[in-house]
């Protein structure tokens, strides 16, 4: 007779949740899909707004459309005091990869023709920009450096005509 008593007990238990299940699948589901919709229309209209302001950088540009202008003088900048107390400098060399589809193509040429009269307004950004690192920081992460100076120079020429910095024969004591 107990035993009876326990299975008829675990099936009404057994029926209870599962009558809670389906309250739970009609009511609370759609509400959830709701919500997940309107966080998704949330995150799609950040990332739009986000990604207008942006330039272009040279992974989205063909390399067919890339030129590059070779800024002929090599830079020696004194970086920034590091840990140990010391003065260190770099010495390298500094490319900028140019959109040759740009609209600013027109202004400064599709190869940079017409960046030699600008190039001590550049040297001068990169010089700054570049003293703001120590040696580690400047050893241990390269790309930030070129990013620093790709925002800047994309903010001075537009944000499609300058998409990326090559260094070259990089040399730091």
């Keep these: ?3 009876n008593l326990i299975s008829v007990l675990i099936l009404a238990l057994v029926l ?3 009558i809670l299940t389906a309250i739970l699948i009609f009511t609370i589901v759609p509400q ?6 309107l966080i998704n229309q949330v995150c799609n209209a950040i990332d739009l707004e986000l990604s ?5 950088n040279a992974s989205t540009v063909p390399v067919d459309d890339i030129n590059v202008y ?3 003088d090599s830079f020696t900048v004194n970086l920034k005091e590091g840990a140990d107390g010391k003065s260190h400098y770099v010495i390298f060399s500094v490319g ?3 959109n040759s589809k740009s609209e600013a193509c027109s202004k400064y040429g599709k190869a940079g023709e017409n960046l030699a009269d600008k190039e001590t307004i550049i040297k001068n950004d990169i010089n700054t920009i570049v003293s703001n690192y120590t040696i580690d920081e ?12 790709l925002a800047d120079m994309q903010e001075m020429f537009g944000s499609d005509y300058i998409v990326g910095i090559n260094f070259s024969s990089v040399t730091t004591q």
């Design 1 to 3: 007779m107990k035993k």
């Design 16 to 18: 209870a949740n599962l």
């Design 32 to 37: 959830s899909k709701k919500s997940n919709e």
């Design 52 to 56: 207008s302001g942006a330039g272009e």
């Design 70 to 72: 070779n800024i002929a």
């Design 96 to 98: 900028l990869s140019i």
């Design 138 to 149: 400047f050893n241990n992460d390269q790309q930030t450096v070129k990013d620093a100076i």
